[in-house]
């Protein structure tokens, strides 16, 4: 008894001390209802091992605005734990040395990450220019080139999907006629840019595509095919409603979920909404590649670790890594997202349509040559590029530029930004 009574008065006179545990604070856009539905299977796999989540999300489709705060924070000194990343950007970070010193790395290699990832995918994901240590995770692949149909409205309209642009250019006059608003789309620059490479894909083929926007070859990009990529640009943008400036992307897919619009084209991400508002394909909706010679637009979702003196942050990044590399988290967690496994040995079964669609796809186009990295969404050029290149392809889609003079103008900004 005398021993308990000692053992409550030193409990109740020690300091309060909080117990060390994994901490992460990450930073993401994944804020739109499926987004937020799939963040959170990551968030209760790690409270359920123990840690605790600091969440740091910007708004805004893309990306584009989380970029700008993870920089400022960076140049400030003060990176969250962890963020959300595209392909070459995991480079740049780590050249300019703000990436933690590959300690999920041990992770990797316990894990065997180099035997459940495509080789491809794995390098991306190496600091040392693609060749050393681990220093992010993968969780996805996204497909870009989609397009995202209302069943009813195509349906009542006579209407099947699109195999060629002028069969969806004709698909789209129909709706117009008929009163119905053809193409949802939400008019910000990272938008345009995400249509534009799908029509640059289907338009001008895989090796048009490589050309000009991987490796931003100057006469590729002032090319005759290039104005033909703007002037279906042009033909898209009349299909759009006079709402569509500014337009956010999950607005734009609510659209067409609830049959104001006939489709829209975009990531897989907007199946992430269909499937937060209880849809399904080939019930309710269709999705479908847009039109190219088996080409396949890929971007991948990563998470990359900063460096921090914090043992219980350095935890943190450890058990995030672990988590995300998960092979159930990779199956429950795209089922929510829209997007397949990074991991290969994950079954389909699970999946809808769509997904088993894309998981074929992406082997035929990478047998074939159309496996192409999306540069709207980060994975073929660094921020910089992209923002020139996303600039040109808005400012045409805004105004009356002429194919001709945003042809050009690509060229110019890319040489501008060399
Ligand atoms: C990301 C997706 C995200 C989308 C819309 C893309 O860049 O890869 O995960 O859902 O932007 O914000």
């Known amino acids: 008894m005398k021993k308990v009574l000692i053992a409550l008065i030193v409990f109740a ?6 117990l060390a545990g994994p901490k992460i604070e990450v930073l993401h856009w994944w804020t739109s209802g499926g987004e937020a539905a799939a963040l959170k299977v990551l968030k209760d796999d790690f409270a359920a091992n123990g840690g605790e989540w600091l969440d740091m999300p910007v708004t805004g489709g893309g990306g584009d ?28 970070y780590d050249q300019e040395g703000v990436v933690a010193p590959y300690n999920i790395d041990a992770i990797a290699q316990s894990e065997g990450w180099d035997n459940l990832l495509d080789p491809m995918i794995a390098a991306v994901h190496k600091c040392q220019n693609n060749s050393g240590p681990y220093c992010a995770a993968p969780v996805n692949i ?9 069943k009813e409205v195509f349906d009542n309209n006579g209407l ?23 193409f949802a789309h939400g008019g910000q620059p990272w938008q345009d840019a995400t249509v534009f490479e799908a029509v640059a894909l289907g338009i001008g083929g895989n090796n048009y595509y490589k050309n000009c926007y991987v490796k931003l070859d100057e006469n590729c990009l002032r090319s005759e095919t290039t104005v033909k990529v703007f002037d279906q640009m042009r033909k898209l943008a009349n299909y759009t409603d006079p ?61 990359i670790f900063y460096k921090t003196s914090d043992p219980d942050k350095q935890a943190g990044q450890k058990l995030l890594a672990k988590l995300m590399m998960g092979k159930n988290f990779q199956k429950v967690f795209n089922l929510y997202k829209g997007s397949i496994p990074a991991r290969l040995d994950v079954p389909m079964d699970e999946f809808d349509d769509c997904a088993k669609k894309s998981n074929a796809d992406i082997k035929t186009a990478g047998a074939s040559g159309g496996l192409v990295p999306s540069f709207a969404h980060g994975m073929a050029q660094g921020n910089t590029m992209k923002s ?9 889609f805004n105004s009356s530029m002429s194919s001709v003079d945003a042809a050009n103008a690509l060229a110019d900004a890319v040489l501008a930004n060399m």
């Open 13 to 18: 006179l020690a300091p309060s001390i909080s």
């Open 65 to 92: 605005a989380a970029n700008v705060t993870l920089k400022a924070r960076i140049v400030a000194g003060d990176p969250p734990s962890a963020s959300q990343i595209k392909g070459p950007t995991i480079q740049e």
């Open 142 to 150: 996204h497909r870009i080139d989609w397009i995202w149909a209302n």
């Open 160 to 182: 099947s999907i699109p195999t060629t642009w002028d069969e969806l250019n004709a698909a789209a006059d129909t709706l117009k006629a008929a009163g119905i608003i053809p």
């Open 243 to 303: 709402g569509s400036p500014g337009r956010d992307w999950n607005v734009a897919t609510g659209m067409v979920i609830e049959g104001k619009a006939g489709f829209q084209i975009m990531g897989d991400w907007a199946k992430g909404e269909f499937t937060a508002a209880g849809k399904e394909p080939g019930v309710d909706y269709y999705c479908a590649s847009t039109p190219s010679n088996n080409g396949y637009l890929y971007n991948v979702d990563s998470f």
């Open 388 to 396: 020139a290149l996303q600039d040109v392809v808005t400012e045409h």
